[in-house]
């Protein structure tokens, strides 16, 4: 630990933040997996309705893409910004 | 960022000119200058297709055909949502929807997206807060306020929650996602030799700005749509 300030500590620790906070990407991942195969699922039963099962979709996973993306933006903040130690 | 990596890669705002305005200090900004660019852009086209369609023809021609087709998709996009009140909201709608669009599609010029500061969504942000309580005084007067109240008095903060956290988390979805397209291009600039940054962006750059900023466009207007028609 010789030769490392706290300063440097906080980033490493920010640093370890930012990689634990993109543990959010899971949820998103499943959710839109989910999506995509009922989406798939359903076009395979109405192949006349396809078009407008892909934009819900894709509507439906741009949304819940939020809750991944909201890590990211904690990810981001804590990797430039440095809120933590001036 | 010198601490990641020598080879610095760009994908920060930076500041271009400083000016003081009633004793502050106040920046033009890469993306001011994007907006600026994309201001002058959609102006140009929007003379064009003034000049195009005073002029319309009944057989139209390829300018016209992309104008019209343009226009019937956005008010089919209204119509699924809003209905007969499309007309009232589709100047504002097709407004942002242009604005956003190429906003996002500005990455293709090699400009940093100006959506992708959190400046610019948060106002589209709060331009959708406004337009949604307006209506909502506007069409129900005090029931807009005591339906916060609904169905239960008890839930009044979680209702009231929801009701601010909506602008918040439109704004936060067009910005993170443009951000990290924006990341993923300026990493791969940025940090890659040369040889592999001929040909493989354009990959990239179909999925990051093309793809993700068209689907992003989309649900930004489809979602400022079903707030509003909610109010009304």
Redesign the interface.
């Known amino acids: 630990m010789n030769g490392i300030s706290g300063q440097d500590f906080i980033?490493g620790c920010s640093a370890i933040g930012a990689g634990l906070a993109m543990i959010a990407g899971i949820g998103p991942g499943v959710g839109q997996g989910i999506a995509a195969g009922h989406g798939a699922s359903a076009v395979g039963r109405n192949p006349g309705a396809q078009s407008q099962i892909t934009s819900t979709m894709?509507?439906g996973q741009?949304?819940a893409?939020?809750t991944g993306?909201?890590g990211?933006?904690v990810a981001?903040i804590l990797m430039?910004v440095k809120p933590f130690g001036a | 960022m010198g601490m990641l990596i020598s080879n610095e890669p760009d994908f920060m705002i930076h500041g271009v000119l400083k000016y003081q305005m009633f004793g502050q200090d106040f920046w033009i900004t890469t993306t001011t200058i994007g907006m600026w660019i994309v201001t002058v852009l959609i102006l140009v086209i929007a003379v064009l297709a003034n000049r195009t369609l005073k002029k319309a023809t009944d057989v139209p021609g390829t300018f016209q055909n992309a104008l019209e087709y343009a226009y019937t998709m956005l008010e089919k996009m209204g119509e699924t949502i809003l209905g007969g009140n499309t007309r009232r909201f589709i100047n504002y709608i097709g407004t942002i929807f242009l604005f956003i669009l190429f906003c996002n599609l500005s990455g293709l010029l090699g400009l940093r997206a100006p959506t992708a500061d959190y400046g610019v969504t948060f106002l589209l942000g709060m331009f959708t807060f406004f337009i949604v309580n307006y209506q909502g005084i506007k069409n129900h007067g005090v029931g807009h306020f005591t339906s916060l109240f609904q169905p239960t008095p008890v839930l009044f903060p979680i209702n009231l929650i929801g009701e601010l956290a909506n602008p918040l988390s439109i704004s936060l979805r067009l910005f993170a996602n443009l951000l990290s397209g924006v990341i993923i291009m300026g990493l791969w600039y940025g940090m890659l030799p040369i040889f592999v940054n001929i040909g493989i962006p354009a990959a990239l750059h179909a999925y990051c700005d093309l793809f993700s900023g068209c689907i992003q466009t989309y649900v930004f207007c489809m979602l400022t749509m079903v707030y509003v028609n909610d109010k009304l």
Do not use: G, Q
């Open positions: 980033f894709l509507l741009a949304v893409e939020t993306l909201y990211l933006v981001i430039f």
